[in-house]
C-alpha cells in the first residue's frame, strides 16, 4: 500500500531535550511538508522542502530543523530552543509543486512536553 | 497575505439532512482549494482539490465550489450520515505566498 507514514504515534520530550519526529513516504512525490496543529486552530507550515538536499522555511520555522538526504524521508527535529513544542505533528507530500497538486497527509505525531 | 475563515466553528445536523460547510478567503489570486476532513486523533483525508480555472469538482455525495470574485468556497455534503461527523478544513494555494493557508475548521456532528 503506499502512503505516509509518521513515527512515533506519541511522543514525551522533557524540557531542553531535542527530538525528531520520523515521516516516510513511498508514493514518489517530490514534494515534503511539516506542519504544526495546535487545538482549535488551522494547519501552520514549519518547512518544506520540494526536492532532495534543498529544504526552505516556512511561518513558523524557529526551533525546528529537517533534513532531507532521500527522496523517500524527511525527518524533523524539535530543538530545545522551540518554545511552546507541545502539539500535533503532521507530514504531508505532493507529486510537484505546490501549485498544482493535491497534499496527502501522514496520520500525525501528537508530542507532549512534560 | 491569504487569509482563510470558516465559519461556523461547529456545526450539528440530524441524518439525511443535505447542508453546506463555508470557506472564505482574502487573496482572490488563488492557485487552487482543497477540502480535507479529519478524525479526532488523526491526519488529514484529502476530499476534493478545485484548480483555479475549475469552478466545481464532485465526488460521491460530496460537491465544492470555488467562486474567486467573491473569495468563498463551499462544501456541499448531500444525505448527511453519522459516519460524515469530522472536523473539515479547507486550504487554499495563492501565488503570493506559494504555500497553502488552511482555515481552522469546522467540526460537524451527524446526529443519528
Known amino acids: 500500500d503506499g502512503g505516509i507514514t509518521q513515527s512515533p504515534k506519541y511522543l514525551f520530550r522533557k524540557e531542553g531535550q531535542n527530538v525528531t519526529l520520523s515521516c516516510e513516504q513511498n508514493l514518489n512525490h517530490d514534494a515534503m511538508y511539516w506542519y504544526r496543529q495546535d487545538p482549535g486552530q488551522g494547519l501552520r507550515l514549519i518547512y518544506y522542502s520540494q526536492i532532495v538536499n534543498d529544504f526552505q522555511k516556512g511561518d513558523i520555522a524557529e526551533g525546528y530543523s529537517v533534513s532531507r538526504e532521500k527522496k523517500e524521508s524527511f525527518p524533523l527535529t524539535v530543538t530545545s530552543a522551540q518554545k511552546n513544542p507541545t502539539a500535533f505533528y503532521l507530514c504531508a507530500s505532493s507529486i510537484g509543486s505546490f501549485a498544482l497538486n493535491e497534499q496527502f497527509f501522514g496520520p500525525g505525531t501528537r508530542l507532549t512536553v512534560l | 497575505k491569504q487569509e482563510v475563515t470558516q465559519i461556523p466553528a461547529a456545526l450539528s445536523v440530524p441524518e439525511g439532512e443535505n447542508l453546506v460547510l463555508n470557506c472564505s478567503f482574502t487573496d482572490s489570486a488563488i492557485y487552487n482549494l482543497q477540502w480535507f476532513r479529519q478524525d479526532p486523533g488523526k491526519g488529514l483525508t484529502s476530499l476534493l482539490l478545485?484548480?483555479?480555472?475549475?469552478r466545481e469538482q464532485t465526488s460521491g455525495r460530496l460537491n465544492a465550489s470555488l467562486d474567486k470574485s467573491s473569495g468563498r468556497s463551499t462544501l456541499y455534503i448531500a444525505a448527511s450520515q453519522p459516519g460524515d461527523s469530522a472536523t473539515y478544513l479547507c486550504?487554499?494555494?495563492?501565488?503570493?505566498?506559494?504555500?497553502?493557508?488552511f482555515g481552522s475548521g469546522t467540526q460537524l456532528t451527524v446526529l443519528p
Open positions: 486550504a487554499g494555494l495563492s501565488g503570493s505566498a506559494r504555500q497553502l493557508t
Open positions: 478545485i484548480q483555479s480555472s475549475q
